[in-house]
Each structure stands twice: as structure tokens, then as C-alpha cells.
């Protein structure tokens, strides 16, 4: 069974910066997928940033270059690195891994942005 642990969220005020960290307890394929996922209150979840294995990038279009995803393979570990939040990046965050056989999600952190 393949477990996800997040953590990094909190309370901001906007303007100010957090880092998520999600850490993988099995990963058995090489060529998988990491990243990050959002939902918000009465929205759809909606993509924030995945990497790959073998380093495919993909951000959402909202991020415009205010957050970093990257990957410490060693320690089956995928960060967000988020700067310049703003009140509407309040979410819940959601990690999520995936290879050839499934798809596996976090239970999801908690980020709010608010003066």
C-alpha cells in the first residue's frame, strides 16, 4: 500500500511564502509521477504542479512563476515551494503520486492566505 504524508501548511499573510513537503512510503516504479493538487471551497480540484521521473514539468496556469515544485528522489520527498501567495491560493493542497498502476493521493493540507 503506497501512503502519502504532507506537511508545510498554514496560515499566511499574502505576500508571504510556505513550503509543502509530501513524502512517499513506497515508490516501486522508477518512472512515476509527483505533484501537487488544489481545492478550494466549492471548486474543482485543479492541478498547481507535477514533475516526473524523469523531470517533465507541468504548473498550472494561475502559478505564473510564484511556485517551484522539485523532487528529492533519495528520500521519495516532493516539495512546493510557494511565494508571493495570495488569498485566493486558499486551499486544501493535495500530493499525489502516480505510475503505470495507479494513481495515489495525500489527505491533504490545509493553506490559508489572509491578512
Known amino acids: 500500500q503506497v501512503q502519502l504524508v504532507e506537511s508545510g501548511g498554514g496560515l499566511v499573510q499574502p505576500g508571504g511564502t510556505l513550503r509543502l513537503s509530501c513524502v512517499v512510503s513506497?515508490?516501486?516504479?522508477?518512472?512515476?509521477?509527483m505533484g501537487w493538487y488544489r481545492q478550494a471551497p466549492g471548486k474543482q480540484r485543479e492541478l498547481v504542479a507535477t514533475k516526473s521521473s524523469i523531470g517533465t514539468l507541468n504548473y498550472g496556469d494561475f502559478v505564473k512563476g510564484r511556485f517551484t515544485i522539485s523532487r528529492d528522489n533519495a528520500k521519495n520527498t516532493v516539495y512546493l515551494q510557494m511565494n508571493d501567495l495570495k488569498p485566493e491560493d486558499t486551499a486544501v493542497y493535495y500530493c499525489r503520486f502516480s505510475h503505470r498502476l495507479g494513481v495515489y493521493w495525500g489527505q491533504g493540507t490545509q493553506v490559508t492566505v489572509s491578512s
Open positions: 513506497r515508490i516501486i516504479f522508477s518512472i512515476n509521477s
